[in-house]
């Protein structure tokens, strides 16, 4: 099952272990977690909730939420699982060391408990050069939601809560674009 929401485009996202914040300061911290000043030109934002049951296993789902933030005109590209050729991605995982993470949008703040350590999500910028300078293109973060705790439902709950104006739209068809590369390590196009 796979729902896709219009969100008003955030301010300010920040996620992390609450443990983290206590422990880490400085690039350690910031390694660590996510704490993302939305820049204006990304002024469109989507999120997509998620459940896949395994294959092997489909009594187990897959939960996760992803938050895409673009320009209008190419938000498609990144939702559609593709990005530019000759963009550059940064991806770095997002971990839990106490089983919970925190996960705060423009100071509404939820915990989420994942009933696991380890890798519970990833952000992703796309950008290129343009000038000498780096140009931000899109921010994917995706978070994962442990099943043994929340559900699709409860996930729906969630993002009714920590964002604002949203609205579901439909679906975004993978592969949008010609000029586009898939975004998880496959062959650009």
Same mark, same amino acid.
């Given at each position: @099952?796979?729902?896709? #929401?219009?969100?008003?485009?955030?301010?300010?996202?920040?996620?992390?272990?609450?443990?983290?914040?206590?422990?880490?300061?400085?690039?350690?911290?910031?390694?660590? !977690?996510?704490?993302?000043?939305?820049?204006?030109h990304l002024s469109?934002?989507?999120?997509?909730?998620?459940?896949?049951?395994?294959?092997?296993?489909?009594?187990?789902?897959?939960?996760? @939420?992803?938050?895409?933030?673009?320009?209008?005109? !190419?938000?498609?590209? #990144?939702?559609?699982? @593709?990005?530019?050729?000759?963009?550059?991605? %940064?991806?770095?995982?997002?971990?839990?060391? !106490?089983? %919970?993470?925190?996960?705060?949008?423009?100071?509404?703040?939820?915990?989420?408990?994942?009933?696991?350590?380890?890798?519970?999500?990833?952000?992703?910028?796309?950008s290129h050069r343009? %000038?000498?300078?780096?140009?931000?293109?899109?921010?994917?973060?995706?978070?994962?939601?442990?099943?043994?705790?929340?559900?699709?439902?409860?996930?729906?709950?969630?993002?009714?809560?920590?964002?604002?104006?949203?609205?579901?739209?439909?679906?975004?068809?993978?592969?949008?674009?010609?000029?586009?590369?898939?975004?998880?390590?496959?062959? %650009? @196009?």
């Open positions: @099952m796979k729902e896709t #929401y219009r969100i008003k485009p955030p301010k300010h996202i920040s996620i992390g272990d609450p443990w983290y914040y206590e422990k880490y300061k400085g690039a350690d911290l910031q390694r660590l !977690t996510v704490d993302f000043l939305v820049p204006r469109s934002a989507r999120v997509i909730i998620e459940e896949t049951p395994f294959d092997d296993m489909p009594e187990v789902s897959n939960l996760n @939420m992803t938050i895409c933030l673009a320009p209008k005109r !190419t938000i498609d590209t #990144y939702l559609g699982g @593709m990005y530019y050729e000759g963009q550059e991605c %940064k991806e770095r995982p997002l971990t839990v060391d !106490t089983a %919970k993470y925190m996960i705060n949008v423009d100071g509404r703040e939820k915990t989420i408990y994942t009933a696991a350590d380890g890798i519970w999500g990833s952000i992703t910028e796309y343009f %000038k000498g300078f780096d140009i931000l293109d899109a921010v994917v973060i995706q978070v994962g939601f442990s099943d043994e705790v929340d559900t699709f439902e409860s996930m729906k709950e969630q993002l009714k809560y920590l964002f604002e104006n949203v609205k579901q739209i439909e679906n975004v068809p993978t592969q949008v674009q010609e000029d586009a590369a898939p975004i998880m390590g496959e062959q %650009k @196009m």
